[in-house]
Nanobody
Framework: QPRLVESGGGLVQPGWSLRLSCVAS????????IGWFRQAPGKEREGISC????????YYGDSVKGRFTLSRDSIKNQVTMTMDMLKPEDTAVYYC?????????????????WGQGIQVTVSS
């Protein structure tokens, strides 16, 4: 069964950094766009980032531009999202997902397959 497994979440203070990783198994990230979305209680799903397999373009949601950085490691078949200058409003469950095609539609969270999610809490 294809899987996406996230790791690296936790509790941090405002202004701190975290790094989330997502490892894919049973399929290659060289063939699919991959990215992250998040969902906080009572809020809609929000697209955070996406990297296209077709051309390597990376897209970010407006709320995280300049703070979050997405990268892909083809050898490890994983993506990593470095989150800097975290804010309390970044608190959410973060999911790694793919739209099941090679390209992204910006950071739009139109993912057809995703992992179990991981909690990120930013609080003093």
């Amino acid at each position: 069964q294809p899987r996406l497994v996230e790791s690296g979440g936790g509790l941090v203070q405002p202004g701190w950094s975290l790094r989330l990783s997502c490892v894919a198994s049973k399929f290659s990230l060289d063939n699919y766009a991959i990215g992250w979305f998040r969902q906080a209680p009572g809020k809609e799903r929000e697209g955070i980032s996406c990297i296209s397999a077709s051309d390597g373009m990376i897209y970010y949601g407006d709320s995280v531009k300049g703070r979050f950085t997405l990268s892909r490691d083809s050898i490890k078949n994983q993506v990593t999202m470095t989150m800097d200058m975290l804010k309390p409003e970044d608190t959410a469950v973060y999911y790694c997902g793919t739209p099941l095609r090679r390209w992204c539609q910006g950071a739009k969270p139109d993912f057809g397959f995703w992992g179990q999610g991981i909690q990120v809490t930013v609080s003093s």
